[in-house]
Protein backbone atom coordinates (compact mmCIF):
# COMPACT_ATOMS: atom_id res chain seq x y z
CA UNK A 1 0.00 0.00 0.00
CA UNK A 2 1.48 3.68 -0.87
CA UNK A 3 1.75 5.31 2.47
CA UNK A 4 0.96 9.07 1.96
CA UNK A 5 3.65 10.56 4.57
CA UNK A 6 6.25 8.96 2.84
CA UNK A 7 5.14 11.24 -0.48
CA UNK A 8 5.35 15.08 1.62
CA UNK A 9 5.85 16.48 -1.50
CA UNK A 10 2.58 15.31 -3.53
CA UNK A 11 -0.89 16.56 -2.89
CA UNK A 12 -3.20 13.52 -1.73
CA UNK A 13 -5.67 14.94 -4.13
CA UNK A 14 -3.17 14.73 -7.27
CA UNK A 15 -1.54 11.33 -6.54
CA UNK A 16 -4.29 9.75 -9.02
CA UNK A 17 -5.01 12.50 -11.40
CA UNK A 18 -6.71 10.93 -14.47
CA UNK A 19 -7.86 13.12 -17.19
CA UNK A 20 -8.74 13.00 -21.23
CA UNK A 21 -9.74 14.53 -24.34
CA UNK A 22 -12.29 12.60 -26.29
CA UNK A 23 -12.71 13.87 -29.86
CA UNK A 24 -15.15 12.55 -32.63
CA UNK A 25 -13.51 11.74 -35.42
CA UNK A 26 -15.83 13.93 -38.09
CA UNK A 27 -13.23 16.01 -39.22
CA UNK A 28 -9.52 17.23 -38.86
CA UNK A 29 -9.46 19.56 -35.60
CA UNK A 30 -9.93 22.90 -35.29
CA UNK A 31 -9.28 25.73 -33.04
CA UNK A 32 -12.37 24.99 -30.92
CA UNK A 33 -11.52 21.24 -30.60
CA UNK A 34 -7.71 22.53 -29.24
CA UNK A 35 -9.40 24.66 -27.11
CA UNK A 36 -10.50 21.05 -25.44
CA UNK A 37 -7.43 19.79 -25.67
CA UNK A 38 -4.69 22.03 -24.49
CA UNK A 39 -7.34 22.54 -21.22
CA UNK A 40 -7.63 19.07 -20.54
CA UNK A 41 -4.02 18.78 -21.10
CA UNK A 42 -3.19 21.66 -18.94
CA UNK A 43 -4.90 20.71 -15.97
CA UNK A 44 -3.59 16.94 -16.21
CA UNK A 45 -0.37 17.93 -16.55
CA UNK A 46 -0.69 21.08 -13.63
CA UNK A 47 -1.58 18.19 -11.36
CA UNK A 48 1.10 15.52 -12.41
CA UNK A 49 -1.81 13.37 -13.63
CA UNK A 50 -2.24 11.15 -16.67
CA UNK A 51 -4.02 12.53 -20.00
CA UNK A 52 -5.55 10.03 -21.77
CA UNK A 53 -6.96 9.66 -25.36
CA UNK A 54 -10.44 8.36 -26.51
CA UNK A 55 -11.70 8.24 -29.62
CA UNK A 56 -15.86 9.03 -29.38
CA UNK A 57 -16.56 7.34 -32.83
CA UNK A 58 -19.67 5.59 -32.16
CA UNK A 59 -22.07 6.76 -34.90
CA UNK A 60 -19.94 5.33 -38.21
CA UNK A 61 -22.19 7.27 -41.31
CA UNK A 62 -20.78 10.41 -38.72
CA UNK A 63 -17.22 9.75 -38.67
CA UNK A 64 -15.43 11.02 -41.56
CA UNK A 65 -12.22 8.40 -43.23
CA UNK A 66 -8.80 8.58 -41.89
CA UNK A 67 -10.31 11.71 -39.07
CA UNK A 68 -9.07 9.30 -35.91
CA UNK A 69 -5.67 9.57 -37.25
CA UNK A 70 -5.57 12.90 -38.42
CA UNK A 71 -6.75 14.25 -35.09
CA UNK A 72 -3.66 11.95 -33.67
CA UNK A 73 -0.99 12.87 -35.51
CA UNK A 74 -2.41 16.76 -34.87
CA UNK A 75 -2.04 16.01 -31.34
CA UNK A 76 1.38 15.12 -31.72
CA UNK A 77 2.23 17.94 -33.59
CA UNK A 78 1.12 20.06 -30.87
CA UNK A 79 3.63 18.61 -28.65
CA UNK A 80 0.22 17.09 -26.87
CA UNK A 81 1.37 13.78 -26.44
CA UNK A 82 -1.01 11.26 -24.07
CA UNK A 83 -0.85 8.46 -22.10
CA UNK A 84 -1.27 4.89 -22.64
CA UNK A 85 -3.42 3.80 -25.83
CA UNK A 86 -5.80 5.48 -27.03
CA UNK A 87 -9.39 4.11 -27.00
CA UNK A 88 -11.71 3.39 -29.67
CA UNK A 89 -15.74 3.86 -28.70
CA UNK A 90 -16.02 1.97 -31.82
CA UNK A 91 -14.84 -1.12 -30.11
CA UNK A 92 -16.42 -1.01 -27.09
CA UNK A 93 -19.84 -2.34 -27.89
CA UNK A 94 -19.82 -5.45 -25.36
CA UNK A 95 -19.25 -2.78 -22.29
CA UNK A 96 -22.26 -0.71 -23.19
CA UNK A 97 -24.02 -3.72 -23.99
CA UNK A 98 -22.82 -4.50 -20.44
CA UNK A 99 -24.06 -1.80 -18.90
CA UNK A 100 -27.48 -1.52 -20.98
CA UNK A 101 -28.12 -5.24 -19.00
CA UNK A 102 -27.52 -3.90 -15.68
CA UNK A 103 -30.21 -0.92 -16.81
CA UNK A 104 -32.46 -3.49 -17.90
CA UNK A 105 -32.16 -5.66 -15.10
CA UNK A 106 -33.04 -2.62 -12.64
CA UNK A 107 -36.40 -1.92 -14.80
CA UNK A 108 -34.93 1.68 -15.56
CA UNK A 109 -35.34 1.03 -19.25
CA UNK A 110 -38.15 0.77 -22.06
CA UNK A 111 -38.10 0.31 -25.56
CA UNK A 112 -39.86 3.62 -27.36
CA UNK A 113 -40.49 3.52 -31.33
CA UNK A 114 -41.68 7.20 -31.39
CA UNK A 115 -40.70 8.76 -34.74
CA UNK A 116 -38.64 12.28 -34.15
CA UNK A 117 -42.18 13.71 -35.53
CA UNK A 118 -43.94 12.54 -32.65
CA UNK A 119 -41.77 14.06 -29.95
CA UNK A 120 -41.77 16.73 -31.61
CA UNK A 121 -45.25 17.25 -31.33
CA UNK A 122 -45.67 16.37 -27.94
CA UNK A 123 -43.10 18.38 -26.54
CA UNK A 124 -43.06 20.79 -24.01
CA UNK A 125 -39.65 22.04 -24.94
CA UNK A 126 -39.24 25.52 -26.28
CA UNK A 127 -35.10 24.69 -26.18
CA UNK A 128 -33.65 22.61 -29.34
CA UNK A 129 -33.22 20.43 -26.69
CA UNK A 130 -36.84 18.45 -26.88
CA UNK A 131 -38.01 17.37 -23.80
CA UNK A 132 -39.69 13.64 -23.93
CA UNK A 133 -42.85 13.34 -22.26
CA UNK A 134 -42.84 9.73 -21.49
CA UNK A 135 -45.61 8.46 -24.50
CA UNK A 136 -43.93 4.63 -24.81
CA UNK A 137 -43.51 4.36 -20.94
CA UNK A 138 -46.68 2.34 -20.95
CA UNK A 139 -45.99 -0.02 -23.60
CA UNK A 140 -44.97 0.44 -27.20
CA UNK A 141 -48.28 0.97 -29.95
CA UNK A 142 -48.40 -0.77 -33.05
CA UNK A 143 -46.71 0.07 -35.77
CA UNK A 144 -42.72 0.05 -36.44
CA UNK A 145 -40.64 -2.82 -34.81
CA UNK A 146 -37.61 -0.79 -34.54
CA UNK A 147 -37.03 0.93 -30.99
CA UNK A 148 -35.16 2.58 -29.36
CA UNK A 149 -33.97 2.32 -25.69
CA UNK A 150 -34.82 5.10 -22.95
CA UNK A 151 -33.90 5.42 -19.51
CA UNK A 152 -36.31 6.69 -16.91
CA UNK A 153 -36.15 9.68 -15.13
CA UNK A 154 -37.03 11.18 -12.11
CA UNK A 155 -37.82 14.56 -10.68
CA UNK A 156 -35.14 14.61 -8.06
CA UNK A 157 -32.46 16.95 -8.58
CA UNK A 158 -29.44 16.56 -9.75
CA UNK A 159 -26.66 19.09 -8.73
CA UNK A 160 -22.63 19.33 -9.49
CA UNK A 161 -20.32 22.13 -8.51
CA UNK A 162 -18.14 22.87 -11.66
CA UNK A 163 -14.98 23.83 -11.11
CA UNK A 164 -15.56 26.85 -13.62
CA UNK A 165 -19.11 27.73 -14.17
CA UNK A 166 -20.10 26.68 -9.70
CA UNK A 167 -23.08 24.75 -9.20
CA UNK A 168 -25.03 23.51 -11.89
CA UNK A 169 -28.55 21.77 -11.50
CA UNK A 170 -31.07 20.01 -13.37
CA UNK A 171 -34.28 18.14 -12.79
CA UNK A 172 -34.11 15.20 -15.70
CA UNK A 173 -37.81 14.01 -16.11
CA UNK A 174 -39.03 18.07 -16.36
CA UNK A 175 -36.16 19.24 -18.30
CA UNK A 176 -34.90 16.51 -20.21
CA UNK A 177 -37.01 13.66 -20.54
CA UNK A 178 -36.22 10.13 -20.26
CA UNK A 179 -33.42 9.87 -22.78
CA UNK A 180 -32.34 7.45 -25.47
CA UNK A 181 -29.51 4.89 -24.26
CA UNK A 182 -29.67 2.55 -27.36
CA UNK A 183 -30.65 4.29 -30.48
CA UNK A 184 -33.18 2.99 -32.96
CA UNK A 185 -31.01 2.14 -35.67
CA UNK A 186 -28.90 -0.24 -32.67
CA UNK A 187 -26.13 2.45 -32.04
CA UNK A 188 -25.36 3.39 -28.25
CA UNK A 189 -25.83 7.10 -27.04
CA UNK A 190 -22.98 9.40 -26.43
CA UNK A 191 -24.70 9.81 -22.91
CA UNK A 192 -23.88 5.88 -21.94
CA UNK A 193 -20.70 5.30 -23.90
CA UNK A 194 -18.93 8.34 -22.09
CA UNK A 195 -20.26 7.64 -18.81
CA UNK A 196 -19.00 3.62 -19.11
CA UNK A 197 -15.88 4.27 -20.67
CA UNK A 198 -14.97 7.77 -18.06
CA UNK A 199 -15.56 4.81 -15.74
CA UNK A 200 -13.57 1.95 -16.97
CA UNK A 201 -10.37 4.11 -18.03
CA UNK A 202 -11.01 5.44 -14.06
CA UNK A 203 -11.16 9.43 -15.16
CA UNK A 204 -10.88 11.32 -12.20
CA UNK A 205 -11.61 15.13 -14.07
CA UNK A 206 -13.29 15.95 -16.98
CA UNK A 207 -12.36 19.12 -18.85
CA UNK A 208 -14.64 19.62 -21.87
CA UNK A 209 -16.54 22.10 -24.02
CA UNK A 210 -19.28 24.16 -22.26
CA UNK A 211 -21.88 22.64 -24.75
CA UNK A 212 -21.53 19.37 -22.88
CA UNK A 213 -22.37 20.89 -19.18
CA UNK A 214 -26.30 20.12 -19.68
CA UNK A 215 -25.73 16.58 -20.44
CA UNK A 216 -23.54 16.15 -17.03
CA UNK A 217 -26.29 15.92 -14.64
CA UNK A 218 -27.57 13.05 -17.23
CA UNK A 219 -24.45 11.50 -16.94
CA UNK A 220 -23.87 11.71 -13.30
CA UNK A 221 -27.61 9.97 -13.04
CA UNK A 222 -26.55 7.51 -15.26
CA UNK A 223 -23.56 7.35 -12.66
CA UNK A 224 -25.69 6.13 -9.97
CA UNK A 225 -27.64 3.93 -11.25
CA UNK A 226 -24.62 1.50 -12.15
CA UNK A 227 -22.58 2.43 -9.17
CA UNK A 228 -19.82 4.50 -10.55
CA UNK A 229 -18.09 7.11 -8.85
CA UNK A 230 -18.52 11.15 -10.32
CA UNK A 231 -15.39 12.88 -11.58
CA UNK A 232 -14.80 16.50 -11.12
CA UNK A 233 -16.02 18.61 -13.89
CA UNK A 234 -14.89 21.61 -15.58
CA UNK A 235 -16.61 23.31 -18.67
CA UNK A 236 -14.28 25.48 -20.28
CA UNK A 237 -15.76 28.40 -22.56
CA UNK A 238 -17.09 27.48 -25.87
CA UNK A 239 -15.26 28.87 -29.11
CA UNK A 240 -17.77 30.35 -31.21
CA UNK A 241 -17.33 32.71 -34.58
CA UNK A 242 -19.01 36.18 -34.56
CA UNK A 243 -22.91 34.10 -35.42
CA UNK A 244 -22.21 33.18 -32.22
CA UNK A 245 -21.94 29.26 -33.85
CA UNK A 246 -19.77 27.06 -32.39
CA UNK A 247 -16.48 26.70 -34.42
CA UNK A 248 -17.08 22.89 -36.25
CA UNK A 249 -17.36 21.25 -39.24
CA UNK A 250 -21.15 22.16 -40.11
CA UNK A 251 -20.20 26.41 -39.50
CA UNK A 252 -16.38 25.68 -41.40
CA UNK A 253 -13.93 25.94 -38.73
CA UNK A 254 -10.61 25.53 -40.42
CA UNK A 255 -8.35 22.91 -39.89
CA UNK A 256 -5.28 23.61 -37.78
CA UNK A 257 -1.78 24.69 -39.36
CA UNK A 258 0.76 21.38 -37.94
CA UNK A 259 3.45 23.35 -40.08
CA UNK A 260 3.14 26.04 -37.31
CA UNK A 261 1.35 25.27 -33.82
CA UNK A 262 3.46 27.94 -31.55
CA UNK A 263 0.57 30.85 -33.03
CA UNK A 264 -2.45 28.60 -32.65
CA UNK A 265 -0.92 27.30 -28.90
CA UNK A 266 -0.69 30.86 -28.01
CA UNK A 267 -3.94 32.01 -28.99
CA UNK A 268 -5.22 28.97 -27.02
CA UNK A 269 -3.89 30.35 -24.04
CA UNK A 270 -5.39 34.09 -24.54
CA UNK A 271 -8.64 32.78 -25.09
CA UNK A 272 -8.56 30.14 -21.88
CA UNK A 273 -7.19 33.91 -20.12
CA UNK A 274 -4.03 32.41 -18.72
CA UNK A 275 -2.22 36.10 -20.37
CA UNK A 276 0.60 34.58 -21.83
CA UNK A 277 3.53 36.73 -21.93
CA UNK A 278 3.78 38.22 -25.42
CA UNK A 279 7.44 36.43 -26.21
CA UNK A 280 5.99 32.99 -25.78
CA UNK A 281 4.34 33.48 -29.55
CA UNK A 282 7.92 33.14 -30.36
CA UNK A 283 9.24 30.06 -28.05
CA UNK A 284 9.77 26.85 -28.83
CA UNK A 285 6.84 24.32 -28.14
CA UNK A 286 9.12 22.98 -25.10
CA UNK A 287 9.46 25.97 -23.67
CA UNK A 288 6.08 27.30 -24.65
CA UNK A 289 4.38 24.08 -22.62
CA UNK A 290 6.49 24.35 -19.77
CA UNK A 291 5.17 28.08 -19.05
CA UNK A 292 1.46 26.85 -19.73
CA UNK A 293 1.90 24.10 -17.48
CA UNK A 294 3.57 25.87 -14.60
CA UNK A 295 1.58 28.90 -14.99
CA UNK A 296 -2.04 27.27 -15.43
CA UNK A 297 -4.96 29.09 -13.84
CA UNK A 298 -8.08 27.76 -13.51
CA UNK A 299 -9.63 30.85 -11.90
CA UNK A 300 -8.49 33.12 -14.96
CA UNK A 301 -10.53 31.47 -17.58
CA UNK A 302 -13.47 32.96 -18.60
CA UNK A 303 -16.07 32.18 -16.40
CA UNK A 304 -18.77 32.04 -19.50
CA UNK A 305 -20.23 29.32 -21.66
CA UNK A 306 -19.08 30.55 -24.92
CA UNK A 307 -16.30 33.13 -26.26
CA UNK A 308 -15.60 35.07 -29.65
CA UNK A 309 -12.70 33.04 -30.99
CA UNK A 310 -10.40 35.54 -32.77
CA UNK A 311 -11.55 35.70 -36.43
CA UNK A 312 -8.11 34.63 -37.74
CA UNK A 313 -9.77 31.13 -37.10
N1 LIG B 1 -16.92 13.71 -28.18
C1 LIG B 1 -17.37 14.96 -27.64
C2 LIG B 1 -16.98 16.09 -28.58
O1 LIG B 1 -16.11 15.91 -29.42
C3 LIG B 1 -16.77 15.25 -26.28
C4 LIG B 1 -17.42 14.45 -25.24
C5 LIG B 1 -16.84 14.62 -23.84
O2 LIG B 1 -15.76 15.20 -23.66
O3 LIG B 1 -17.49 14.12 -22.93
O4 LIG B 1 -17.53 17.16 -28.49
Known amino acids: MLLVQNLPFMNIRTLSYLGRFAPSPTGPLHF???????????DARFFQGKWLVRMEDLDPPRMAVGAADDILRTLEAFGLFWDGEVVYQS???????????????????????????????????TTPNLIYQGQ????IRGGRLEHAMRLITDNNRIQFCDRLLGNYAQRLEAEVGDFVLRRANGLFAYQLAV????????????????????STPRQIYLQRLLSYSTPAYLHLPLA?????????KQTLAPALNITNPQPQLFRVLEFLGQC????????????????????????????QRALLASSQY
Do not use: F, M
Open 195 to 214: VVDDAAQGITHVVRGADIVD
Open 276 to 303: PPSELARANLTELWSWAVANWAVHKIPS
Open 91 to 125: QRGEAYRAALELLQQQGALYPCNCSRREIADSTLA
Open 136 to 139: CRNG
Open 32 to 42: GSLVAAVGSYL
Open 240 to 248: VNAQGEKLS
